[in-house]
């Protein structure tokens, strides 16, 4: 995991000092923000990089904290197939290689993963996985789910996405799921939801999960709005040795405001919100944003 995070970061890193000097500014990612149902325009590549370096390393180890769990199953020893919905750039997938390594195994050699994202993100990786791919498209019209690749899924997962469908769309996901297929006996659904409005989150999973009980057949048999969350916040190295943020872009990230070229040139920013939403970037080095759900149903 060590060596994963500190790729990953160092590569995005030097793509976000590129993007700085190409654009001449920061602007596009003052609005890399949450707060008032906002969404950041993940369509910008300097958004996810600094999504990225923002978020990639926590989610990664709440990712692999799930996946790990999951694999326990003796079921997962065999190839099993994963959809991933709202995956931008595969971040559970990376975390599902780590588990998988664990386990003295690979995604190529047991793994059919599916992503899904209405906007194409950079930074994903194959792990020389041939059965590895990202449909670029809006899941809502994608019909029946466990045809997308022919066959049906044993995981399906929402790592911090399921949230991020409008209301309208998240009316015509529970319709599209009512409508497919649930050939499987038993499958897991898995949600990442979000710190800021795990209320929304939850009550979206709970109505997926009535939908497949009452549609086809299955049984959760916990509470819908049951969630793991680590309930004294700590430092996410306390239980993830292996979670080392590089130093040098903590740094960089912990000042934004003050890397701003148009800042350091006209010694002035050009709006009155750049110091507060450039000063809010920092990296997520705790364990409060680990947030999760997932339901083994059976039928
Ligand atoms: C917060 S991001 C999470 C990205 C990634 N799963 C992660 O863990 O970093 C939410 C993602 O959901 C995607 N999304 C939202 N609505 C969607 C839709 N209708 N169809 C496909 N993807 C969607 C967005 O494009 C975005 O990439």
Known sequence: MRRTINDITNEIFKGFLESIERNDGLCPVKGLRYDGMRLPDYTDLMVQQLYLLRY??????????????????????????????????????????LALQKKGTTCAETVYYTGVDKIEWAYSNDFGNEDFKILLCDFIGIGDVNKIQDKAFDIIIFPKSIGE?????????????????????????????????????????????????NEHGYDSNKPKTEYIYYKNSAGLRKDFYDFVYPDEIFYFLNKLDSKCPTQLRNKQFCESDCQQNLNNKRPILKNDHIRYQYFRLKK
């Not at 709202?86 to 290689?97: H, R, T, V």
């Not at 996901?173 to 949600?191: A, M």
Request: overall charge positive.
């Open 56 to 97: 990639f390393p926590a989610y990664l180890v709440e990712y692999f904290d799930i996946y790990r769990d999951i694999l326990k199953n003796k079921r997962f020893k065999k190839s099993f197939r994963v959809l991933s919905v709202g995956c931008g750039c595969g971040l559970d997938y990376y975390a599902l290689e």
């Open 165 to 213: 469908f409008s209301d309208s769309d998240f009316k015509s996901l529970i319709k599209q799921f009512k409508n497919s297929t649930f050939p499987k006996k038993e499958i897991y659904i898995i949600s990442s939801i979000r710190k800021e409005y795990t209320a929304i989150d939850q009550d979206r999973m709970a109505n997926l999960l009535i939908c497949l009980e």
